[in-house]
């Protein structure tokens, strides 16, 4: 199975010609940079990653339930097979970094060998994702993120099933682009404080069939204030859409979660670090 990604290289001179014919258009693209990739890589290459995707029972997913958000996320490499390993190398090679600048124009791109919040994802029906914009520190390397890259694995999906990336304006006010997560189907993005997306309606497609992608992270050291809104190192910040109200259970929460510490000795809330986002 691992034979066909094994002889898969990204092949310097296309994607720098690919980056040469869309650098204008990620750069314009509304509401921030971005663009759309169709078929992105050989098919084989993706059959064989999408062969080996873990259910949610096959692994200890990390798992995320509130009021924000309802998905599964990888913990770590480890728990991959070996084809999606070798592809993901492949996402963090030099070649592919040089791709991504020419691309987005941003200079001095640093991957992410850990996948930190990366690497696979998976929603099952009935999950979602509120808009939101991505934490913008590397929690180990302290560098500054800077791109997303999603690649979407989910064969025949239909419209009807629901779970779009959502591209919002920075006021929340409304949606300028809706992308349905079909396979083989690649999106890369600016991440800035302002960057607001997510899969917002929960998913509506069949019971057994679940919204699966590959997710990298790109980072720089140092960037642009303009990025910024002031806040300095933060996590994953949620933010309601028009006639949506979920944030009041979710300060709740912490306010719980606040109180139970004052009285729940320290050792007892260490052991539990490893499963908070």
């Known amino acids: ?74 913990r770590s490499e480890k728990q991959m097979g070996d084809a ?10 030099s070649i592919f970094i040089s791709f991504l600048e020419k691309l987005t124009g941003i200079e001095g791109i640093i991957p992410d060998p850990h996948f930190e919040g990366g690497g696979l994802h998976q929603i099952e029906p009935g999950g979602f994702l509120k808009m939101h914009v991505d934490f913008n520190r590397h929690r180990r390397l302290n560098l500054d993120r800077r791109l997303n890259l ?58 057994g069939w679940s919204r699966k992608s590959l997710a990298l992270y790109y980072y720089t050291n140092g960037r642009p204030a303009s990025e910024l809104n002031g806040v300095g ?16 259970e979710i300060q709740k929460k912490e306010t719980v979660k606040t109180v139970l510490k004052k009285f729940i000795p320290p050792i007892l809330t260490e052991t539990r670090k490893p499963s908070d986002k």
């Open 150 to 207: 999603l690649l979407y694995l989910n064969k025949n999906w239909q419209e009807e099933y629901g779970g779009h990336l959502e591209l919002w304006d920075k006021e929340i006010t409304q949606c300028k682009e809706r992308i349905l997560p079909v396979f083989n189907r690649c999106v890369i993005f600016t991440t800035t404080d302002f960057t607001y997306h997510g899969h917002p309606e929960p998913l509506t497609c069949p019971e």
């Open 233 to 248: 190192k933060h996590s994953t910040i949620f933010q309601e859409r028009p006639n949506e109200s979920f944030m009041k």
């Open 1 to 74: 199975m691992v034979t066909n990604v094994v002889k898969f290289r990204f092949d310097a001179d296309y994607l720098d010609d690919l980056a040469e014919k869309h650098r204008e258009a990620y750069a314009n693209a509304q509401p921030f940079p971005h663009i759309v990739f169709e078929n992105f890589l050989p098919e084989p290459v993706l059959e064989d990653v999408l062969e080996e995707f873990p259910k949610p029972e096959q692994i200890e997913w990390q798992s995320f339930k509130t009021a924000a958000e309802k998905k599964l996320a990888s």
């Open 84 to 93: 999606t390993r070798f592809l993901l190398y492949q996402f963090n090679s």
